[in-house]
């Protein structure tokens, strides 16, 4: 496992919408897309869910858990000093 | 919502079983063990992990390490299951886990996901407005306490280790177990001492 | 943003509008019989080879709005095991007649 981000690095989740163009499968839920996040830990490497789902040969991706600041995603309804923490795949982050 | 299943689902369910078992896919006796198995699985694990945390600080770093080795080491088959990561609550900090993409959820440690974990609201809501959920679920949360919504996204699945009662010093693992929900250790209560 | 410029999957509910106002019910009854069979054929099938929990996933994610919210959390699950085994030709359409 060679990690390219660690606990504190600032990263964007891809704003990629796979399922607007075919059968897929994905871990990464629609809120988070194009959000920018920190970090938190490194959870580990596991195999692609996007090509086990498919029974596809699937190679083994870094897993991190990233925060977000809760009320910057959901405004209407979020609260200070609110948090989400959600594991994420690094093919889906890139550096913010 | 727990709606029974409809007969047509029951029918549909058993022409699948019979069809597996005419090939030698599966057999009763590996279904009747493996529904044995999961039906063994409890939260009274979880809460029993808490309360030791609670009382020995080593136990407890051990646990927040790695939370997959302190399942075993509580007796709990974790071959074959996702790893299990345990997040420590302070007076500043709490976690509430969700699953909004399906129902994730520590099985090992804590059974069968209540119906309500893996409800539409429930998914929907608790990463939106959580303090909202937590409210209605009558353990609202201080303003100045961080509310973590932890959604269970991929291969771990999570617990919390929630903070310990004022009002329980002196306590036995045992007394201190029993205040630990299935609720508690998903986050969506907080640890109360009996009226 | 994703509620407007975007519509997710239909399993992908985390924040939607559609049940902002629906209280969780506290239902704190166990699986049925039902349920606890279907549960335990997932896992058998899994333990032995037959499908992975990711595959799982994706048939419950194909199943067309209407039917998704109709059918109970168990259903969707026999839903997906059914299709990936008809897909997978572990048992064949006729079989299951």
């Not at chain 3, 939607?16 to 058998?44: M, N, S, W, Y």
Request: aromatic share 8%; glycine share 6%.
């Amino acid at each position: 496992m060679n990690p390219r981000f660690s606990p504190g690095s600032r990263v964007l989740v891809k704003n990629d919408w796979p399922e607007e163009r075919g059968p897929c499968h994905i871990r990464t839920p629609h809120y988070l897309r194009g959000r920018a996040g920190e970090v938190e830990r490194v959870l580990g490497a596991f195999r692609n869910p996007e090509d086990l789902a498919f029974a596809r040969p699937a190679e083994t991706r870094v897993l991190y858990h990233v925060m977000f600041d809760q009320p910057g995603i959901f405004p209407a309804d979020g609260k200070q000093p609110d948090k989400l923490l959600v594991e994420i795949f690094e093919h889906w982050l890139e550096a913010a | 919502m727990s709606n029974p299943a409809r007969a047509e689902s029951i029918a549909q369910l058993e022409r699948l079983v019979a069809a597996l078992l005419a090939k030698g896919v599966v057999s009763e006796a590996e279904l009747a063990a493996q529904q044995a198995s999961t039906d063994r699985a409890s939260p009274e694990t979880g809460a029993r992990m808490v309360a030791r945390a609670w009382l020995d600080p080593e136990w407890r770093a051990m646990m927040l390490k790695n939370g997959t080795a302190a399942a075993e080491a509580m007796g709990v088959s974790m071959a074959g299951a996702p790893p299990l990561g345990v997040l420590e609550d302070t007076a500043k900090r709490h976690h509430v886990i969700v699953c909004t993409l399906c129902s994730c959820y520590p099985r090992a440690v804590l059974g069968y996901p209540p119906h309500w974990y893996k409800s539409f609201s429930y998914r929907s809501r608790v990463v939106r407005e959580p303090r909202a959920v937590m409210a209605e679920w009558g353990s609202p949360v201080a303003d100045d306490v961080e509310l973590r919504v932890v959604d269970s996204t991929a291969d771990y699945r999570w617990m919390v280790l929630p903070l310990r009662p004022a009002g329980t010093e002196g306590w036995t693992e045992d007394q201190l177990a029993a205040l630990v929900t299935r609720d508690v250790l998903v986050g969506v209560a907080l640890p109360k001492l009996p009226a | 943003m994703s509620d407007t410029d975007h519509t997710p999957a239909i399993h992908d509910i985390g924040g939607i509008q559609r049940f902002h106002c629906t209280p969780v019910e506290h239902d704190e009854e166990p699986p049925d019989a039902f349920g606890k069979r279907v549960d335990a054929l997932r896992q058998t099938l899994a333990r032995k080879g037959y499908m992975t929990v990711d595959e799982l996933r994706r048939g419950i994610e194909s199943i067309p709005e209407a039917e998704y919210f109709a059918l109970t959390y168990y259903e969707r699950w026999l839903r997906s095991i059914e299709l990936l085994m008809l897909e997978k030709g572990v048992v064949s359409r006729e079989e299951l007649k």
